[in-house]
């Protein structure tokens, strides 16, 4: 490009090679911003990283059968692996992420280290057994962009990858939100992320003091939930891989804090929802029905327990787990 004669050297165009550089530059700082500054997933990559860990180190001291248990937040802040163990005389391994994964991700972790034998059950929400959800959420890829892909690093998973390229490139994209979240947290010094990676136990549950009693009480809703034709094909997944793979797979309940007036319609339509999934896969039930009143028993939502809610409510699994293995006996 000519440069006309008298023009002043400040305002002369920069090279195009300059531009260029200075775009891609940019373009590599957002992406790796994306991936690797992102305070949510860094965390749960964290959180997995250190379950995958605890999971191949009891696989080499165990021949017996064991227990994982997946599924959402519910199960991470939850579920106490010691108290399964005690109960059922099983090594057993919390293998929960988070609900934003989606579902699909979240049964191909809890699935990824178990050997013929062992036993999987799935405390997914509810909420997120619906079509919207059944396609790896952007944090679940952003996870497997740092781990072993949305296979969880299974050579022959339930739910295969399901991404296109244009995923992966949405997922490297930070966009406007996110900067600028991440802009004002910095700048004013508050976490960029509201739970720590020291908040995991050894025994692979979650927990935090929680500066506030927990307000995240449910109210009845009659959603009537019912499972449309790609979630039967989904949970029809998980059994043909059961069954081929010589593992048994269970749902349950998540625990939820409900209003004392929406309690008992909460509890008849979380029978009816276990009833519809009992279609699908065996089911593990308990007195609760997944409806809990006290919210004192909650942290900062309606599904994070506390320490000791979570025992109490793992203790009820064991013993449901217990109680369907005799029965099938």
């Given at each position: 490009m000519?440069?006309?004669?008298?023009?002043?050297?400040?305002?002369?165009?920069?090279?195009?090679?300059?531009?260029?550089?200075?775009?891609?530059?940019?373009?590599l700082v957002a992406?790796?911003?994306?991936?690797?500054?992102?305070?949510?997933?860094?965390?749960?990559?964290?959180?997995?990283?250190?379950?995958?860990?605890?999971?191949?180190?009891?696989?080499?001291?165990t021949r017996g059968p064991m227990i994982f248990v997946g599924g959402g937040s519910n199960c991470s802040f939850s579920i106490h692996a010691d108290v399964l163990s005690n109960v059922t005389g099983m090594p057993t391994l919390n293998m929960g992420g988070s609900a934003g994964m989606g579902y699909q991700y979240l049964v191909n972790f809890a699935?990824?280290?178990a050997r013929e034998g062992d036993f999987i059950i799935l405390l997914l929400e509810p909420e997120?057994?619906?079509?919207?959800?059944?396609?790896?959420?952007?944090?679940?890829?952003?996870?497997?962009?740092?781990r072993d892909g949305i296979s969880a690093?299974?050579?022959?998973?339930?739910?295969a990858s399901g991404m296109t390229p244009r995923d992966y490139l949405s997922a490297a994209s930070p966009g406007a939100?996110?900067?600028?979240?991440?802009?004002?947290?910095?700048?004013?010094?508050?976490p960029l992320y509201r739970y720590q990676v020291n908040s995991f136990q050894k025994n692979g549950v979650l927990t935090f003091d929680a500066e506030e009693p927990n307000s995240d009480v449910e109210g009845y809703s009659p959603l009537q939930r019912k499972f449309d034709q790609e979630i039967v094909e989904d949970l029809r997944k998980i059994s043909t891989y059961a069954s081929e793979k010589k593992i048994r797979v269970f749902y349950a309940l998540p625990w939820e804090a409900f209003r004392p007036d929406a309690l008992d319609a909460a509890r008849a339509e979380h029978a009816r929802f276990l009833k519809m999934m009992s279609l699908h896969l065996p089911v593990l039930q308990d007195k609760m029905m997944g409806a809990v009143e006290d919210n004192s028993w909650f942290l900062d939502t309606g599904y994070h327990m506390t320490l000791?809610?979570?025992?109490?409510?793992?203790?009820?699994?064991?013993?449901a787990l217990l109680q369907e293995l005799n029965f099938s006996q």
């Open positions: 000519e440069i006309p004669e008298g023009v002043p050297e400040k305002q002369r165009p920069w090279p195009w090679f300059v531009t260029l550089s200075f775009t891609v530059c940019a373009s992406t790796s911003l994306s991936i690797f500054g992102d305070p949510e997933v860094n965390f749960w990559t964290a959180i997995l990283d250190l379950k995958t860990d605890q999971a191949i180190a009891l696989k080499t001291e699935m990824s280290q997120i057994l619906v079509a919207s959800e059944r396609k790896p959420s952007m944090t679940a890829t952003k996870v497997a962009l740092r690093g299974m050579e022959d998973p339930p739910f939100k996110f900067l600028a979240t991440f802009a004002a947290k910095s700048l004013s010094g508050r000791e809610a979570g025992r109490a409510r793992s203790h009820f699994l064991a013993e």
